[in-house]
């Protein structure tokens, strides 16, 4: 072969290469757009748990106020020191200026700005007016700039990239799982708190001190794992999780009316190191008493003094049920759920709804696993899998059985 030929030929192959590598290159950014495009969707968390009479409002920088839907502009400032905001008969007072609309957004030039009673959030926010001049805050974002706070607030670093990385992916299933059934009417989505998914915002004041709701590290995950959702028979599905199950998950349609069959319950050693892993707690009996009072009272139905109470159904050390207790009074006796005598106590004092009870000198002494309803994924389980070298998707595919791990198109 003459130098000229070999010279034409590889020339040649070189541009077919280059044009190749180009077209591949075009093909990956066009994809990873379009994957990323679920984390473009936004959505609407309530920041306020129910409606405040007064909240704390700041921003940081030029701003708008705008009628909620409206590209009206009602005023603008170039920044707003802390100030109360209050209803009024016609919509709400900031500080000394009022507003005449009952639904107004906040909308600032720059992101994140506004601060909601301490917490700084990027996006916009609406205040809601309610009737009896409550105000209902909600911050509007793109959902992977939620995630972003939602994996900081649900889960410490220290729990590893794999564990975080599967955080992310439950968290964005749940969101937009939520975003898809919810009532095109509403006003809002999810709560900041876990009544939903733990949401902190960018960052928040506590006391004298700034604490950051998200970080570079946490941003990360959500850039990483873009898009990628769990499915179970190619739908999304209300991917439910807790802190720490205490050796068994629990059956989810046993707790929740939504749950899909992957809400297996499962064995779990994985969240061993768990603090709550096993926790006891005393109660007086007088105490849980009245409680139970008030609760039955609530149902109708009449409760005097308690004498007893008595595990009837359910296995405290595995997940298959929600255990339930026969209580008496000597007069009567009425069943309650382990989860219902747990919201009637306190959840912060029984860390979740799997425990015994024994008495002694009028006091109730329970013995309990695990921290929270302990259906589907364990955080601290996904800790303990991936120190053990588990992947994000092997470890979200054990707590949600039969599930798909995909990038939604």
Known sequence: MKPVQFARIFLS????????????????AAN????????????????????????????????????VGSDKVLSRGQQLATSNVTATGSGFKIGKSEVAVTRLEIVPTQSPAVWVNGHEYRGNVRLFRRSGGGILAVNVLPLGDYLSSVVDSEMPLSFGEEARKAQAIAARTYALDVVRSSDAGADFDLFASTSSQKYLGVQYRDGTRRLAGESEASRKV???????????????????????????????????SDAVAALKSVPCDYCRDAKLYRWQADLPKS?????????????GKTFEKLQSIKLISGDPARGNEVPEFEVRDG?????????????????????SPFFTISEQSGTLHFDGRGH??????????????????????????????????????
């Open 13 to 28: 192959l070189v541009s077919v290469i280059v044009g190749l590598i180009i077209e591949s290159q075009a093909s990956l």
């Open 222 to 256: 959500v850039s990483e794992t873009t898009g990628m959702v769990c499915t179970f028979q190619g739908r999304l599905f209300r991917t439910y999780y807790s802190a720490a199950c205490g050796g068994h998950t629990t059956l989810g349609s046993a707790v929740f």
């Open 372 to 409: 929270g309803h302990a259906v589907g994924f364990c955080q601290w389980g996904a800790r303990g899998q991936g120190l053990l070298g588990k992947t994000c998707n092997q470890i979200l595919r054990y707590y949600y059985s039969g599930a798909n791990i995909v990038q939604l198109k």
């Open 331 to 351: 007069k009567r006796s009425l069943r309650i759920s382990a989860a219902t005598l747990r919201r009637q106590m306190s959840v912060s004092t029984l860390y």
């Open 32 to 67: 990873t757009k379009t994957l990323s495009r679920a984390d473009q969707t936004m959505i609407r968390v309530a920041v306020t748990p129910t409606p405040q009479k007064q909240i704390e409002l700041s921003i940081d920088g030029p701003y708008q106020l705008r009628p």
């Open 287 to 299: 105490e849980v008493e009245t409680k139970l009072k008030a609760y039955f009272r609530s149902e």
